[in-house]
């Protein structure tokens, strides 16, 4: 084969390489372009840019779920993108680029392609644009900007460069080779439009945290990549809207569709708990259920109980070889069932009750939390009866006490103590926390401190002993009996739902009467509760 031969093989072998799809997780080959010339491998370049688009799946705007708040700015971005030549016709210029920055799996890819759809917008994943090396050279940035605005003015539609990892690309240090400081260099020079203003030509730069350190603080700044996006962990509330998403979408709504069952899924996905965590539980989920369909020889459809073995694992860890005896399984689902009891009675949220026979160890009452992007209002004294449930049965049944127990009464304990400190009844002047230090400053006499604390602490014993009290008379109320068929459905399933649970609850047993806090405990004139 004659040389010339040869180069438009390479040519030809590069250009196809550069129109097959990219699969998740594959790293860049420059192998198929080691051979070409500088003509060959713009060529390869233009073949590669024409064709990207194709690549990737359209992302809509009802598809970005948990980081909504992010639509503003990018609907923003997106507008100016595809207006980007009357807006340089009117002299209004605008960044060439965005940071996208955040733990991985918070959604930037995902935003970057809602970005590119919706300002219809050609996406380039630079990660993969044909260079004979595997680091970034002055010529390859060169040419991939030469190759964008070709583009845009053949098209008439902006590009989006996506920039994955941007960190590893704008790196400056001491270690640094001088091709990295000429690359970089030259992306300057095409952001600031030296060799020429790189029209509807826009970089998405994404990194695991915000510019700073040995990045060059040149390429971050207004007129560049100036633009900042920080994409963080979702709250509860986005966990929620995401597992209904992916549930919904994988099964073609072919799913349980209520919104109680959603809220709950949504605790056992933890405070770490990733959206692309969450695309991959709910792949497990539907796996699971068409096995099962065919086996059963019925349509797949996600029942309630469905996602839990898959939520179970990421909630108390990977099963292990724990067995649990059966009279530590009756033990525990009676205490548990006591507490859902007076939780539920009183109003508190209990989503989850697990007492498992063998793999997972913990045994857990997932009550409501405050991680969930808004206020949540609980009361106080409640939670106190609620640590009083588990030691009340146990005397009501003739059970021998636990050290959960033991443990439960400290934590009553401090409830109170900071139930009083914070609200003292009618709000206390100083609290028992501020007594020391007040005291060391001279803000406040021995005498007064002492009897203040003298006070507290008779009004923590007080607030204990009602709420010790209620958790008695809702359970007396119940019966041992109702107690015991409460346990008993735990311990055949393993595990319950809140909408589960309320089945056994009678909102009539709730206790409303509950002692005040009086002025006349003793304490000094002036300084009341």
Not at 141 to 157: A, D, I, K, P
Not at 295 to 306: A, C, F, L, Q, S
Not at 335 to 341: F, I, N, T, Y
Not at 473 to 501: D, F, K, N, P, V
Request: include cysteine; charged fraction near 25%; aromatic fraction near 8%.
């Amino acid at each position: 084969m004659s040389g010339m031969g040869a180069s438009m093989a390479a040519m030809h072998a590069a250009q196809m390489k550069a129109m097959q799809p990219v699969k998740d997780g594959a790293k860049f080959d420059p192998s198929s372009y080691g051979s070409l010339d500088d003509q060959g491998l713009l060529e390869a370049s233009r073949e590669f840019v024409s064709k990207e688009l194709s690549l990737f799946e359209p992302v809509r705007r009802s598809d970005i779920i948990g980081i909504d708040h992010h639509l503003i700015e990018v609907d923003q971005i997106a507008d100016r993108l595809r207006e980007f030549a009357m807006l340089s016709k009117a002299g209004a210029d605008m960044d060439c680029g965005a940071v996208f920055y955040g733990l991985p799996g918070t959604g930037k890819t995902l935003c970057a392609r809602y970005l590119a759809m919706s300002s219809e917008a050609i996406f380039v994943n630079v990660a993969f644009f044909p260079r004979k090396n595997g680091a970034w050279m002055a010529h390859d940035v060169s040419r991939l900007f030469r190759v964008g605005r070709e583009t845009v003015e053949e098209t008439g539609r902006p590009v989006i460069f996506f920039w994955d990892e941007f960190d590893g690309f704008a790196k400056i240090n001491d270690q640094s080779t001088s091709d990295a400081r000429e690359a970089v260099s030259a992306l300057k020079t095409e952001l600031s439009g030296i060799t020429g203003k790189a029209l509807g030509v826009f970089i998405i730069a994404t990194m695991n945290s915000a510019p700073g350190g040995e990045l060059d603080p040149a390429l971050f700044r207004a007129g560049r990549i100036g633009r900042r996006l920080r994409f963080e962990k979702p709250h509860r509330q986005a966990r929620r809207d995401l597992m209904r998403y992916y549930l919904l979408r994988i099964s073609h709504g072919k799913c349980a569709k209520k919104e109680a069952w959603f809220n709950t899924l949504s605790y056992l996905l933890g405070a770490n708990t990733m959206p692309s965590d969450i695309e991959e539980i709910a792949n497990e989920i539907w796996a699971n259920v068409v096995m099962r369909a065919r086996v059963e020889g019925k349509t797949p459809y996600i029942r309630m109980e469905d996602p839990i073995p898959a939520l179970m694992r990421r909630y108390a860890g990977e099963p292990t070889n724990f067995v649990r005896t059966e009279e530590a399984r009756q033990h525990i689902a009676l205490r548990l069932a006591a507490r859902a009891l007076v939780a539920r009675t009183q109003g508190l949220s209990v989503q989850l009750m697990t007492c498992f026979v063998r793999g997972y160890e913990k045994v857990d009452m997932l009550v409501e939390s405050d991680e969930t992007g808004v206020p949540v209002v609980i009361n106080q004294k409640d939670e106190i009866a609620l640590m009083f449930a588990g030691s009340t049965v146990e005397d009501l049944l003739g059970l021998p006490a636990s050290i959960a127990s033991s443990e439960e009464k400290v934590q009553a304990t401090s409830l109170a103590q900071r139930y009083v400190e914070r609200y003292g009844g009618n709000e206390v002047t100083i609290s028992m926390s501020g007594i020391s230090a007040a005291r060391e400053r001279q803000d406040i006499s021995p005498y007064l401190s002492n009897g203040l604390f003298e006070y507290s602490t008779r009004v923590i014993e007080k607030l204990i002993t009602e709420q010790e009290g209620v958790a008695r008379q809702i359970l007396e109320a119940y019966g041992a009996e109702h107690i015991r068929s409460l346990a008993e459905t735990l311990l055949a399933q393993e595990y319950l739902l809140q909408q589960q649970i309320d089945k056994f609850v009678q909102v009539k047993h709730r206790v409303t009467q509950q002692i005040e806090i009086s002025k006349d405990e003793g304490l000094l004139p002036g300084f009341y509760l």
